[in-house]
């Protein structure tokens, strides 16, 4: 049985200032994400200029912020939100979804697409292997606040969270940081270092990335003011992540199947 380390949430402060660690980890998964999309570049097959990787990260960082605030707002606290509706706005409180982050990185994509000429799919494909790494700094910075800890467990890796209660828990963060980020990468890196039919390594992406979330939320402790939609085991999370596994399969028998007709 593990103990959840006791870790100051605040990495430095300056007076009144304070640097959290999960900000750190979102520049932390910025940075990566843009030096790998700048090694990637530099390879002239994929057609990219490593110039061009600050202003696609600046158009997905936009994405993440904007749409993971609005998801968060309009999928888990939707009744608050029409009771309240400036909470929308105070992000010193907290609260994050990745399946909206997700939306707003593909309109930040689509506008990006438009702008340089390119489809929307030849910049996703494009973008696809680098966002595994800020999705790992996340779950990282969710570790360091001691937030979406899992259910009770009698595993060997249990860990208690003493400001939840004295019970094991699945570390799902943990479990999250390292399917959604290290595994996730390895995939995607490595699938997408072949020549792809276009949507392929998107496809793989969503669906990659939707099974591993579904897998994760038989574990996770779900949201307390959600908690199971349907059956004592459906979240949110399931349901969220349910249509990018079929969008994913849907992408990738759509890139396959053209290819094969253009051969």
């Known amino acids: 049985m593990l103990i959840y380390p006791d870790i100051d949430p605040v990495a430095v402060s300056f007076g009144p200032v304070a640097v959290h660690w999960y ?49 968060y707002v309009l999928f888990y606290n939707f009744s608050l939100f029409l009771q309240d509706p ?20 593909l309109l930040g994509m689509w506008l990006y697409g438009r702008k340089s000429g390119r489809s ?13 790494i800020g ?25 208690v969270f003493p400001f939840v209660d ?35 390594v998107s496809g793989m992406f969503l669906l990659c990335y939707g099974v591993f979330r579904f897998l994760v939320e038989f574990v996770r402790q779900p949201d307390a003011h959600l908690g199971y939609i349907a059956f004592d085991w459906l979240t949110m999370g399931h349901i969220l992540s349910a249509p990018m596994i079929f969008f994913g399969v849907l992408l990738l028998l759509l890139a396959y199947g053209a290819d094969r007709r253009q051969t």
């Open 135 to 159: 999705l790992g700094a996340g779950r990282i910075g969710n570790f360091i606040n001691g937030e979406l800890w899992g259910r009770p467990t009698d595993l060997p890796w249990g860990m």
């Open 23 to 71: 900000g750190l980890m979102y520049l932390f998964g910025f940075l990566g994400a843009w030096w790998m999309g700048v090694v990637r570049a530099r390879r002239p097959e994929y057609g990219w200029k490593p110039e061009e990787i600050g202003d696609v990260l600046f158009y997905g960082a936009l994405g993440v912020i904007l749409g993971g605030r609005f998801g």
């Open 166 to 200: 004295s019970q094991p828990r699945h570390p799902s963060m943990l479990y999250e940081a390292l399917l959604e980020g290290l595994v996730l990468f390895l995939i995607l890196w490595l699938y997408s270092a072949k020549p792809r039919p276009v949507r392929a």
């Open 86 to 105: 400036l909470m929308l706005f105070r992000v010193w409180q907290g609260g994050m979804s990745f399946h909206g982050g997700l939306l707003g990185v």
């Open 120 to 132: 929307f799919f030849q910049v996703t494909d494009f973008i696809a292997p680098w966002v595994p």
